[in-house]
């Protein structure tokens, strides 16, 4: 009943720039934290960036000064812009969200397929 849809990942040159979106739809309610995550080949699933309602944004160490995360409530969408991409940045980055799908629902945690992000060098 709830989807989220990830959009943006391509191969780019190491110091380009590359923005992905995530758009959720479906039976919500609201929505609390939209974070980004990203796994490598053989890696754990890491987190890169989350924005809480309300709050100011987290990033991790390697996205920090890099990368920019934002959201649009108005139409369920979180972004993440990245600058000066480096090889290491491949992976495929996930978006997530806490949603309530009702007033008196509790808040569930839904992922999207994934977006493959290749940096060449």
């Known amino acids: 009943q709830v989807q989220l849809v990830e959009s943006g990942g391509g191969l780019v040159q190491t110091g380009g720039s590359l923005r992905l979106s995530c758009a959720a739809s479906?039976?919500?309610?609201?929505?609390?934290?939209m974070g980004w995550y990203r796994q490598a080949p053989g890696k754990q699933r890491d987190l890169v960036a989350v924005?809480?309602?309300?709050?100011?944004?987290d990033y991790a160490d390697s996205a920090k000064g890099r990368f920019t995360i934002s959201r649009d409530n108005t139409e369920n969408r979180v972004y993440l812009q990245m600058n000066s991409l480096k090889p290491e940045d491949t992976a495929v980055y996930y978006c997530?969200?806490?949603?309530?799908?009702?007033?008196?629902?509790?808040?569930?945690?839904?992922w999207g397929q994934g977006t493959q992000v290749t940096v060449s060098s």
């Open positions: 997530n969200a806490d949603i309530k799908t009702g007033r008196y629902s509790p808040t569930s945690l839904y």
């Open positions: 924005i809480r309602s309300g709050s100011s944004p």
């Open positions: 479906g039976s919500i309610f609201s929505i609390n934290a």
